[in-house]
């Protein structure tokens, strides 16, 4: 039942405010105002000396949002990969160590062979899924369920949210196990977390900006999509969700990256998606839209009011997010790319919900 909603995309891009707060009721609580796993947990975060993560696509691309706040909050190391490479590398791992899973629907064929792998190789295994009863879920010691509901668009959309959502209490509570966040961090980052419903929900109403500017993006052939530290792993995911559902050619580079390649493909054709949040890291960024603006690139930028107002170049457009602690932007920016990609698509008339030649669960190798 796609409700009021044109899709069961447009759907489950509404809904994640809802499904957010689901989930973080099962991972936070809200009276002592920390982090809530169960007791009985068959690893130790103390004990850990690295984590490993395996997924594919939009989970993937969750995993590598989770490794900055693994390392940053709990400063435990994680390695991350893509599970189809993973499984064929025969990384050796140490025994005893953890592993992660993601997996929206438990089933992805890849992601299961890496965790067997891992079993083999005396890892604890954990998964984040958002079907229970799923092979993945069934075959892990531990399952961390996403509260994401049926998501039934072949693009990920609230799964994904719902997965940061649980990535970041298990990144808080191995963070708190560690003794690296203090009562009081653990409390701030709680506090930050809880509001990600009404953020995500005040995130929503950039929508008719989002659906006017999809117009012109729907012209072009190509789209490129920059960002820096946890808003790299989102400029992967945006350029993912706009090749898969409009069929338009789509990268997403490190911000960093641009002047070792990139750049080269910049003229006045090439739209620009700078996902900037004002953080630490956002002076860079700027210098880096320097130069796309310097060779006539067409610049949109996502940011909130501060850094709209800091952004010294020239943008063809600026979405303006509120604001909010840098942790959880992740959570928050997945919406306005995930706007973008869909109103694209629908312009372009293409089968948003089962776009051509994808399964929304992928059994085969
Ligand atoms: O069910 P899974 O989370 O294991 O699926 C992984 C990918 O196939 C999936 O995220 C895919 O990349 C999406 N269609 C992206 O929107």
Not at 52 to 80: M, N, Q, S
Not at 158 to 164: G, I, M, P, V
Not at 231 to 236: G, K, M, Q
Not at 303 to 314: L, R
Request: hydrophobic share 45%; net charge negative.
């Amino acid at each position: 039942d796609k409700g009021n909603h044109r899709h069961f995309m447009a759907k489950e891009i509404h809904e994640q405010p809802e499904v957010v707060g689901h989930t973080l009721a099962r991972y936070i609580d809200f009276t002592g105002e920390t982090t809530k796993l169960p007791e009985d947990l068959p690893f130790d975060w103390t004990k850990l000396s690295r984590v490993v993560i395996c997924a594919c696509g939009t989970a993937y691309l969750a995993g590598l949002v989770a490794k900055y706040w693994f390392e940053r909050y709990a400063r435990l190391p994680v390695d991350i990969d893509i599970a189809s490479e993973f499984r064929y590398r025969e990384m050796p791992l140490d025994k005893g160590g953890l592993a992660i899973m993601i997996s929206q629907s438990g089933e992805t064929a890849d992601t299961l062979a890496a965790l067997r792998y891992c079993k083999g190789e005396g890892q604890t295994v954990a998964s984040v899924v958002n079907v229970p009863e799923s092979t993945i879920a069934r075959e892990s010691h531990v399952v961390f369920p996403t509260v994401a509901g049926p998501e039934i668009g072949v693009a990920s959309t609230k799964a994904f949210t719902c997965q940061l959502t649980v990535l970041a209490c298990l990144a808080l509570a191995a963070g708190r196990a560690r003794g690296v966040l203090s009562p009081d961090d653990e409390k701030t980052l709680v506090h930050a977390l809880a509001e990600v419903p009404r953020l995500m929900a005040a995130a929503l109403r950039v929508e008719p900006q989002i659906e006017a500017l999809a117009k012109t993006l729907a012209k072009a052939p190509d789209a490129l999509y920059l960002g820096r530290g946890t808003s790299y792993p989102l400029a992967l995911e945006g350029a993912l969700k706009l090749k898969e559902i409009s069929y338009i050619h789509a990268e997403g580079y490190a911000a960093g990256e641009l002047k070792h390649g990139p750049i080269a493909l910049i003229d006045e054709t090439m739209p620009v998606i700078v996902i900037a949040p004002h953080d630490q890291i956002f002076d860079k960024t700027v210098s880096n839209m320097q130069e796309v603006a310097a060779r006539g690139g067409r610049i949109i930028l996502i940011t909130d009011a501060k850094g709209a107002e800091a952004a010294t170049v020239d943008a063809a457009e600026t979405i303006v997010m509120p604001s909010m602690p840098a942790t959880v932007t992740p959570l928050v920016y997945a919406l306005p790319i995930q706007l973008l990609a869909y109103h694209t698509a629908v312009f372009m008339g293409t089968d948003v919900d089962q776009p051509r030649n994808l399964a929304k669960s992928v059994t085969v190798e």
